[in-house]
Nanobody, 127 residues
Framework: QVQLVESGGGLVQAGGSLRLSCAASGSGTIFSINAMAWYRQAPWQQRDLVAAITSGGSTNYADSVKGRFTISRDNAKNTVYLQMNSLKPEDTAVYYC???????????????????WGQGTQVTVSS
């Protein structure tokens, strides 16, 4: 049993900032999470990668958000963040947290989970 819970979405004017958080939890001790990422999906559009970060801190950003968004990670809290600055109306979307290869240690031993998604949090940027 694992889950990702996002928070921090809301309404903001163009040029403003928001900070999204995503906390991972499991029925047992989380041993490791290989990579965590943020995706976004606007109505009638595909879900696109926004930013990703590995357990070692390496990051990757979509060209559309470079210089404006920053992804970070607190491994002790099993939490990933997305700091969004200089927001634009085209950033409006539902933002989803994703975890790849989460290993949870339970009474039956370690168990891997793949492609885990949060429920999404709405970000709306007004012009």
């Amino acid at each position: 049993q694992v889950q990702l819970v996002e928070s921090g979405g809301g309404l903001v004017q163009a040029g403003g900032s928001l900070r999204l958080s995503c906390a991972a939890s499991g029925s047992g001790t989380i041993f490791s999470i290989n990579a965590m990422a943020w995706y976004r999906q606007a109505p009638w559009q595909q879900r696109d990668l926004v930013a990703a970060i590995t357990s070692g801190g390496s990051t990757n950003y979509a060209d559309s958000v470079k210089g404006r968004f920053t992804i970070s990670r607190d491994n002790a809290k099993n939490t990933v963040y997305l700091q969004m600055n200089s927001l634009k109306p085209e950033d409006t979307a539902v933002y989803y947290c994703n975890a790849d290869h989460m290993v949870v240690a339970g009474m039956w031993g370690p168990k891997p989970f793949y492609d885990i998604w949060g429920q999404g949090t709405q970000v709306t940027v007004s012009s």
